[in-house]
């Protein structure tokens, strides 16, 4: 697409956002797909028609426990394909996409009735879209429009054609898509609405080529005057007026009472007249509005069966209430994938502890592990009016990236693990859960200055912005706690010679303490004292890899007897494994797997296990707690006002001040520059062993 054309079409992708996002899981297909192949014995009907009216009702813990009960004992029903259709929704609903695609994909293959193999395209589509794999999703979209019979179940897979059309920057598809959609929906506003869209992408982002394979496509109906109109222009400004006169005269002759016809004749008039004074407009056509429909009128969708979607009237709450829509962006691709997985993980296990209030909760999970960077992502979910909240991204430089565009848009952002230094009490839309780089800092500090009783320490850290925020809080912290730093030094991240930096502090190799022992042998000093070195610990923020490489050199400039210190990096059997006798002793920062056990985590780890069959990482703990934080504080801003459930300035207001959040990371209440504020276990190295510090200290 032209650079030019890029603001209008990011303007009408914005323009869209409430009718078609929406669309994508309010206008999802029926579960109950096609009336049973046989006869279905009463009790076995029973049971299903149970677990349905469970699922009608709001209760869908109840209402899948009775599908799955059905089709363990009745597999060969003729109501199985219906029950796994709806137990297929409710997995795409509260985003477990595996399991989602485990139900429909049978359903999928030719040997299917047309109408399982329907729903299934659609639903499988709307998983890929959601996975971020929009061009899967258009192929499972338009094998289903090859499927589709009723006008209802054309509406339901046009809509997210357009969508994906517009997702990928798709003008001209937009537009095939468009045309055949609009004669299927009731409202003469909403027709009316879409035919100027498609009007504005015609007159200013198509291209010839684009005018052309439309027109052969369209036929006679909508819009194939205005692409008529608009090729003739193209053309003439192209330089081609004869092909521009052809077009034109064809449109004439059949153009009486069209909104162009006075259009096309100036046009007519201008190229028959001096060269360079044809006449080419640039405004967009307007289309007026619809004649009042007859009394008791349908138009052309609205006998539209009950199996497919409704217009665009935005997606119905499962049980009482508002149906809250919340962005998940998550890398799902990509080097991160696996983090991304796990936290998935977490906000899926979140979803089923919240009870009866996560039938309220539509999720809209897109991958950030593309190359679009983390404010493209955000921004695509925030501009959506539909979407209340978003929770990610969680790693890289998408995450700073990501945290711009929700403050300008103004959305509540929440960050499961953003532990950089972008925090800043400026930004109140963005929350960050996990465990910041300051925070570690802090702890560690407190450590050192208070229960330690150090006076005088030294930093050693790498000059990234991760070393340079935790040196800065460390300084700050040990300051105010009544301590010292003496020396400090810093070496590039991808550093593998300390030398320099360690004499920096103050260390020296053997020849030059034999030298100085010489020295003062001369001046009728002691010769075997060696000067001491002037702190007595030295905090090294960085990952274990690194500080492994570091502590051995210590040692061969003769700095010891003093505590070694360090954040949350260290916290990995791999130091252990690496520096084993050089870090004994060592002081750092630990993390959710050293954390006392409570019931609310004990609980979440046994549920871990049985969803997943394995034990829960940190990302995955941290995650669940952010989403949590999230849907604790949307419960909370419809309770305080009804109405501000998917109000943003409410929920922001309502997250901004929670305090004492009970957590399975641990208690946390959310600070002034929206950074959680919580304590953080200490942890040091004994006998090779990491286990929580406690007892007498002992330098290394």
């Not at 338009?142 to 798709?170: C, G």
């Not at 050693?460 to 809080?473: A, C, F, K, T």
Request: charged share 25%; net charge positive; hydrophobic share 40%.
């Amino acid at each position: 697409m032209n650079a030019k054309r890029r603001p209008f079409q990011n303007a009408l992708h914005t323009l869209f956002g409430g009718f078609l996002l929406t669309a994508l899981l309010s206008c999802a297909p029926s579960p109950q797909p096609a009336p049973p192949a046989g006869k279905v014995p009463p009790r076995e009907e029973a049971l299903f028609e149970k677990g349905r009216r469970a699922l009608a009702a709001g209760d869908r813990t109840q209402g899948e426990r009775l599908l799955r009960t059905f089709l363990l004992r009745h597999p060969h029903n003729p109501l199985a394909p219906n029950a796994s259709m709806f137990l297929g929704r409710i997995a795409f609903e509260r985003a477990d996409f595996t399991a989602a695609l485990g139900w429909f994909s049978p359903y999928l293959g030719p040997n299917n009735p047309d109408l399982l193999r329907l729903r299934a395209n659609q639903w499988t589509g709307a998983i890929q879209r959601s996975l971020g794999r929009l061009e899967n999703a258009e192929r499972y979209y338009r094998a289903a429009l090859l499927l589709a019979e009723t006008d209802a179940d054309r509406l339901s897979t046009l809509r997210p054609l357009v969508r994906l059309a517009f997702d990928r920057n798709r003008s001209a598809e937009a537009v095939e898509h468009l045309y055949p959609l609009i004669p299927l929906l009731r409202s003469p506003d909403e027709r009316r609405g879409l035919k100027q869209r498609t009007v504005e992408i015609i007159f200013r982002d198509l291209d010839l080529s684009d005018t052309g394979r439309l027109s052969r496509r369209v036929g006679r109906g909508f819009p194939a005057g205005f692409l008529a109109v608009r090729r003739a222009e193209l053309l003439a400004a192209a330089g081609r007026p004869e092909s521009a006169r052809s077009l034109l005269r064809s449109f004439l002759i059949d153009a009486k009472g069209h909104l162009l016809a006075g259009r096309a004749k100036r046009l007519m008039k201008s190229l028959g007249g001096p060269a360079g004074r044809t006449l080419v407009q640039a405004s967009v056509p307007v289309i007026p509005a619809e004649a009042p429909a007859p009394p008791n009128g349908r138009s052309a969708a609205s006998g539209a069966a009950d199996s497919g979607p409704k217009g665009a009237e935005g997606p119905k709450p499962a049980g009482r209430g508002t149906v809250l829509t919340v962005g998940i962006l998550l890398s799902l691709s990509g080097e991160n994938a696996g983090i991304g997985r796990e936290g998935l993980r977490g906000v899926q296990l979140a979803l089923q502890h919240a009870g009866s209030f996560a039938d309220r909760v539509k999720l809209q999970v897109r991958d950030a592990g593309g190359a679009a960077g983390g404010g493209v992502e955000v921004k695509k979910l925030a501009l959506n009016p539909v979407i209340v909240a978003i929770l990610g991204p969680y790693t890289g430089p998408k995450v700073e990236a990501g945290a711009k565009a929700a403050q300008e848009i103004g959305i509540p952002l929440v960050l499961p693990a953003a532990p950089s230094g972008g925090a800043r009490a400026g930004d109140p839309y963005v929350f960050r859960t996990g465990v910041s780089y300051a925070l570690q800092a802090e702890a560690v500090a407190v450590h050192a200055a208070g229960k330690l009783g150090l006076r005088s320490l030294a930093i050693l850290y790498p000059s990234n912005p991760s070393g340079i925020e935790m040196r800065g809080v460390f300084h700050r912290r040990v300051a105010a706690l009544g301590g010292r730093i003496v020396r400090e030094a810093s070496y590039p991240p991808d550093a593998t010679d300390f030398g320099r930096q360690i004499r920096a502090l103050g260390g020296m190799d053997d020849e030059e303490v034999e030298r100085i022992k010489k020295e003062r042998k001369a001046r009728g000093l002691k010769p075997a004292r060696i000067p001491g070195i002037p702190f007595q610990g030295l905090f090294i923020p960085d990952r274990a890899a690194q500080v492994a490489l570091i502590v051995p050199s210590l040692a061969f400039y003769n700095i010891r007897g003093i505590h070694l210190l360090g954040g949350g990096g260290w916290n990995s059997s791999e130091i252990v494994a690496l520096a084993r006798r050089d870090v004994e002793g060592a002081y750092f920062v630990g993390g959710y797997a050293q954390l006392r056990p409570t019931a609310r985590g004990a609980r979440f780890a046994r549920d871990f296990q049985r969803a997943f069959a394995k034990a829960p990482t940190e990302t995955a703990a941290y995650t669940y707690d952010a989403m949590r934080f999230l849907l604790s504080g949307l419960r909370s801003a419809g309770r305080t006002r009804p109405s501000a459930g998917g109000d943003r300035a409410a929920l922001r207001a309502v997250l901004a001040a929670t305090k004492d959040f009970d957590g399975v990371t641990g208690k946390f209440s959310i600070g002034p520059t929206g950074a959680a504020e919580r304590r953080l276990p200490i942890l040091t190295i004994v006998g090779g062993k990491i286990r929580p510090a406690g007892g007498p200290p002992s330098p290394n």
